[in-house]
């Protein structure tokens, strides 16, 4: 089935460090990849996102990649900031089961990530 | 722009007790989706509809209910709780099944 593996935390970064958050995937099908941050207190924010092999999503200096052959979707930010302290979810949506549009999302554990200034 | 309201944000219960919880979409969305998180976990789909018809089913309990109505607006109701159906709850709307947008959920707990 589908899944997705999201690496453990807690990260914590010094101001303007590099981050990279590693998440694989499973899936059976064609999945679109969803990177969601969840401040604390708050619901769910996309991110960014890719729906295919080779796609770079990226909003707000964060930045990921589709990798089909590595079944990857790892999260980077060049140099983070106070304000990206959250928990960050790697998740995967598959065709539907009627199969022509996305479906439920499958989360990762998320990872907490702490900057200090 | 305008976003997934849910209600209400906070819901304190007793066990055996019945909770229902609101979900208004985004304005022209037609699918919504009901997950459930419990502390410190992921978020795990419960169930979705699409067009005011179930459209996926997941890990929802049998003592769970839930429905999409004419407005789009959408209804989970949960009877004889229990402990560990404290959780945050999200709502989840996007419009004909694509990239989805979550409410700022309603943290029930179960006393």
């Known amino acids: 089935g589908d899944s997705v593996t999201q690496m453990e935390g807690p990260v914590t970064l010094s101001e303007e460090a590099f981050l990279t958050i590693n998440c694989t995937y499973t899936?059976?099908?064609?999945?679109?990849l969803f990177w969601y941050v969840q401040y604390p207190g708050e619901g769910l924010q996309l991110l960014l996102k890719?729906?295919?092999?080779?796609d770079k999503g990226s909003n707000k200096g964060f930045e990921a990649t589709y990798r089909k052959e590595t079944t990857s979707f790892h999260l980077e930010k060049g140099s983070v900031q106070v304000s990206d302290s959250a928990v960050y979810f790697c998740?995967?949506?598959?065709?539907?089961?009627?199969?022509?549009?996305?479906?439920?999302?499958?989360f990762g554990r998320g990872t907490q990530l702490t900057v200090w200034p | 722009a305008a976003g997934v309201i849910q209600s209400p944000r906070h819901l304190i219960k007793e066990k055996r007790e019945t909770a229902t919880l609101k979900c208004y979409p985004i304005?022209?969305?037609?699918?919504v989706y009901w997950y459930q998180q419990g502390p410190g976990q992921d978020p795990q789909f419960l169930i979705s509809?699409?067009?005011?018809?179930?459209?996926d089913k997941g890990s929802i309990p049998d003592r769970f209910s839930a429905q999409q109505f004419s407005d789009y607006h959408s209804e989970l109701n949960m009877s004889s709780l229990e402990l560990g159906d404290s959780a945050l709850y999200f709502c989840?709307?996007?419009?004909?099944?694509?990239?989805?947008?979550f409410g700022p959920g309603t943290r029930l707990l179960v006393l």
């Open positions: 989840a709307s996007s419009f004909q099944s694509e990239t989805q947008y």
């Open positions: 899936a059976t099908g064609y999945p679109s």
């Open positions: 890719a729906t295919k092999a080779d």
């Open positions: 998740a995967l949506s598959d065709r539907s089961p009627r199969g022509s549009t996305l479906g439920r999302l499958y």
């Open positions: 304005p022209r969305h037609d699918t």
């Open positions: 509809f699409y067009e005011k018809m179930q459209s």
